[in-house]
C-alpha cells in the first residue's frame, strides 16, 4: 500500500481505531463498538492481547484497506459526488 493511503486511511480512522507497529506484529486496539465487532466478524483466525487484536504485519494493508472502505466515507470526487450518479434514484424500480 503506498504511503499516502496509510496517512489517508489512519487519518480517517483515527477515532476508531488504532495501529500500534510492534516489529513482528501489530496491535490493531479498535476505539469504538462497531470497529470491534467489524474486527470479530472480519478476522480469523483471532487473537486478542489487551483489547487489541493481534495481527502479522504482512496482513495490515488488507486490514486497513477494509477498516477505510467500511468506515471512512468516500471522498467527493472533482464534481462534488461520492460514486453515485446524480440521477440514479430515478432508474430504481
Not at 80 to 92: K, L, R, V
Request: hydrophobic share 40%; charged share 25%.
Amino acid at each position: 500500500m503506498p504511503r499516502d493511503f496509510w496517512e489517508w486511511a489512519e487519518a480517517g480512522l483515527k477515532d476508531l481505531v488504532m495501529f500500534q507497529y510492534d516489529g513482528s506484529v501489530v496491535l490493531v486496539r479498535p476505539l469504538h463498538a462497531d470497529v470491534r465487532e467489524w474486527l470479530q466478524d472480519n478476522c480469523a483466525p483471532q487473537v486478542w492481547f489487551g483489547g487489541a487484536l493481534v495481527c502479522e504485519p504482512r496482513y495490515a494493508d488488507a486490514l486497513l484497506e477494509g477498516l477505510a472502505e467500511d468506515f471512512i466515507p468516500e471522498p467527493p470526487d472533482e464534481y462534488g459526488t461520492t460514486g453515485a450518479e446524480p440521477f440514479d434514484h430515478y432508474y430504481d424500480r
